[in-house]
Antibody, heavy 117, light 114 residues
């Protein structure tokens, strides 16, 4: 089955770090474009990062310098390292496949990150 | 960055009636090279991830009922649900992938039953 499964979310304090994982099955992450998209409680969708097939990475301004996207081809998994977390980073984090670097055709179920003291 | 603006923010439609959602981009998402509009629509039900409904502005994703249709070109687009069903209650988002990164989304339109 083709799917993405996120993990690693939880409750953490401001200034702390978390690493999210996005495990893929049924396809190869290194041959695709994988994004992270987040959704704050009751809010809309915000794209935050992408890793390209060639390994290139890009970030939204709201997370640039604090978050790092990476992948482990041997585990077919993409990661999001989140440092210096803030209350406004509280959200459900989804990973999604950008088919052809275009539309997001496959989404995981998401993992909730709560940043609170 | 391309800004996507949807209207209305919410609408209530009777079962079996038509629902229409509009999406406007701050610049054209129509490619001159291939004449394609780089615009997608997603449906998100409570507690679920978004689901791709429409891409290239008017191409239905496999398995999406044909009561869902997308239209428009350039900077103005519409998602139409021709006959609203109870299972269509959700928030709908438009999304441009013409100029990436970043991928940008509309703010969402909540569809409810009247």
């Amino acid at each position: 089955e083709v799917q993405l499964v996120e993990s690693g979310g939880g409750l953490t304090q401001p200034g702390e770090s978390l690493r999210l994982s996005c495990a893929a099955s049924g396809f190869t992450v290194s041959n695709n474009y994988i994004c992270w998209v987040r959704q704050a409680p009751g809010k809309g969708l915000e794209w935050i990062s992408v890793i390209y097939r060639d390994g290139g990475t890009y970030y939204a301004g709201s997370v640039k310098g604090r978050f790092t996207i990476s992948r482990d081809n041997s585990k077919n998994t993409v990661y999001l390292q989140m440092n210096s977390l803030r209350a406004e980073d509280t959200a459900v984090y989804y990973c999604a496949r950008a088919w052809g670097n275009w539309y997001l055709d496959l989404w995981g179920r998401g993992t909730l990150v709560t940043v609170s003291s | 960055d391309i800004v996507m603006t949807q209207s209305p923010d919410s609408l209530a439609v009777s079962l079996g009636e038509r629902a229409t959602i509009n999406c406007k981009s701050s610049q054209s998402v129509l490619s001159n090279s291939n004449n394609k509009n780089y615009l997608a629509w997603y449906q998100q039900k409570p507690g679920q991830p978004p689901k791709l409904l429409i891409y290239w502005a008017s191409t239905r994703e496999s398995g999406v009922p044909d009561r869902f249709s997308g239209s428009g070109s350039g900077a103005d687009f519409t998602l139409t649900i021709s006959s609203l069903q109870a299972e269509d209650v959700a928030v709908y988002y438009c999304h441009q992938y013409y100029s990436t990164p970043p991928w940008t989304f509309g703010q969402g339109t909540k569809v409810e039953i009247k």
